[in-house]
C-alpha cells in the first residue's frame, strides 16, 4: 500500500534563493550545497531542490519549474515489488542506486516509489475555549516564532485532462476518490494514508489569470505542496515569519477549505507554484463517502481576501458521488 509521500523532487531556476525561501518557511535542513539542498520532515519525508538543468531531474512531460518527481512510500517491500511487476507490464520501470523505482505515469509525470516507513510525529496544539467549552483554564495558548511543518500531506498538479491524470492514480496505484470539485478537479487519497487527500488534479483550462489566481494555462504544470502544521496559530505564525524575511504575502491569506475542512494559507513560491502552510484537515478512511461539489462552495468556508470570482455567494450544493452512495432500501 501507498502510505503517502516520501520526496518531493523540485527543479528550479536558483538554488539558492529556493533554499534559503524553504528555511525561513521552516522546513528542516539536513545538507545543502551550490547543487542541490536536502530537508527532511519530522514525519521522515524528504523535500530536494535541485537546478531545472540537473541532469538528476527526470525528462517528464511537465511544464516548467517545479515539483518535477514525486516518490511516493509504499509499506513493505512485499508491496512494493507488486506494484512495480504490474507497473512493468506496460512501461519502463528504471532503478537508481538506493533502490529508488522510477517510470512516468501515463500523462507524463515522473514518479518513483521506495519502501517509507513513516515516523510518527506527536503534536499537541493548544486547546481551544468556545462558549461553555472550556479546555485551556489559567494557561495561555503556546508561543511560536516560526513555523516548523511535520509532514507532506499533499501534492497538486494542473492537467488538462482531469480524468486521465486520475485515473492512473485510481487504477494503476489503488488510489480512492476522496472528493470531486465539479468541474475544477479530482482529490485522491493513497490507499494506505489518511490524509483526506495526497493527492489533488486541477483543471488546467479554468478561465482564471492573474497573480492572485493561480495563473494557468492548459499545460500541465506543478500547483502547490502543502505542509502540515499544528494549528491556525502556527500558519500564522509562519506567514508573518516569512513576510519579515522578505517573502511575498499570501495574496489570499489564511482562509478554510469546505473541502476536507483544512485550514490553508498559499505563498508564492520562488520554486514556480505555491507552498501551502496546511492545518486541522480532515482525516478520512475507506468508511468516507466522497461527495460532488459546487467548485466554490467547496473551495471555502472563510477566506481573508477575497478575490473577485469569490465575492458572489456560492449556492450550497454538494451530493454524493454517484456510485458511492449507498442503495436505497425498497419501500415496503
Ligand atoms: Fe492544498
Known amino acids: 500500500m501507498i502510505n503517502g509521500i516520501e520526496t518531493v523532487l523540485y527543479g528550479v531556476d536558483d538554488v539558492e534563493l529556493c533554499t534559503r525561501y524553504f528555511v525561513d518557511f521552516g522546513l528542516p535542513l539536513v545538507e545543502s550545497s551550490s547543487e542541490h539542498a536536502h530537508f527532511r520532515l519530522d514525519e521522515g519525508s524528504n523535500v530536494i531542490i535541485r537546478s531545472i538543468n540537473d541532469?538528476?531531474?527526470?525528462?517528464?512531460?511537465?511544464?516548467?519549474?517545479?515539483?518535477?518527481?514525486?516518490?511516493?512510500?509504499?509499506?513493505?517491500?512485499?508491496?512494493?515489488?507488486?506494484l512495480l511487476k504490474d507497473l512493468a507490464r506496460d512501461r519502463e520501470v528504471r532503478f537508481d542506486e538506493d533502490g529508488t523505482a522510477h517510470c512516468f505515469t501515463d500523462d507524463g509525470l515522473a514518479i518513483g516509489f521506495k519502501v517509507f516507513t513513516k515516523i510518527p510525529v506527536v503534536s499537541a496544539p493548544s486547546p481551544s475555549?468556545?462558549?461553555?467549552?472550556?479546555?485551556?483554564?489559567?494557561?495561555?495558548?503556546k508561543w511560536i516564532v516560526k513555523a516548523r511543518p511535520k509532514t507532506i500531506q499533499h501534492v497538486v498538479f494542473q492537467t488538462p485532462d482531469v480524468e486521465k491524470s486520475w485515473a492512473f492514480y485510481r487504477d494503476r496505484l489503488n488510489f480512492r476518490v476522496s472528493d470531486i470539485q465539479k468541474g475544477f478537479g479530482i482529490f485522491g487519497r493513497a490507499s494506505g494514508a489518511h490524509d483526506h487527500h495526497n493527492i489533488y488534479f486541477l483543471n488546467a483550462n479554468l478561465p482564471f489569470k492573474g497573480p492572485d489566481v493561480w495563473g494557468m494555462d492548459g499545460q500541465l504544470r506543478f500547483d502547490h505542496v502543502n505542509f502540515g502544521v499544528d494549528d491556525v496559530d502556527e500558519v500564522m505564525v509562519?506567514?508573518?515569519?516569512?513576510?519579515?524575511?522578505?517573502w511575498p504575502k499570501s495574496a489570499w491569506g489564511l482562509g478554510r477549505h469546505r473541502i476536507a475542512s483544512s485550514l490553508f494559507l498559499y505563498l508564492p513560491c520562488p520554486t514556480g507554484g505555491q507552498a501551502e502552510y496546511g492545518a486541522d484537515s480532515d482525516h478520512v478512511d475507506d468508511s468516507?463517502?466522497?461527495?460532488?461539489w459546487n467548485p466554490m462552495f467547496g473551495f471555502f468556508s472563510?477566506?481573508?481576501?477575497?478575490?473577485?470570482?469569490?465575492?458572489?455567494?456560492?449556492?450550497?450544493?454538494?451530493?454524493?458521488?454517484?456510485?458511492?452512495?449507498?442503495?436505497?432500501k425498497p419501500q415496503a
Not at 475555549?129 to 495558548?141: C, D, E, K, L, M
Not at 509562519?238 to 522578505?246: I, T
Not at 481576501?305 to 458572489?312: I, V
Open 55 to 82: 541532469p538528476l531531474i527526470p525528462k517528464s512531460s511537465i511544464v516548467g519549474i517545479g515539483v518535477q518527481e514525486v516518490i511516493w512510500g509504499v509499506d513493505t517491500p512485499q508491496n512494493l515489488e507488486k
Open 129 to 141: 475555549n468556545s462558549p461553555g467549552n472550556v479546555n485551556r483554564i489559567n494557561q495561555h495558548r
Open 238 to 246: 509562519g506567514a508573518n515569519h516569512m513576510q519579515r524575511q522578505g
Open 288 to 292: 468516507w463517502v466522497p461527495r460532488v
Open 302 to 328: 472563510f477566506v481573508t481576501n477575497m478575490a473577485p470570482f469569490m465575492l458572489d455567494a456560492a449556492p450550497w450544493e454538494y451530493e454524493y458521488a454517484p456510485g458511492y452512495t449507498p442503495e436505497k
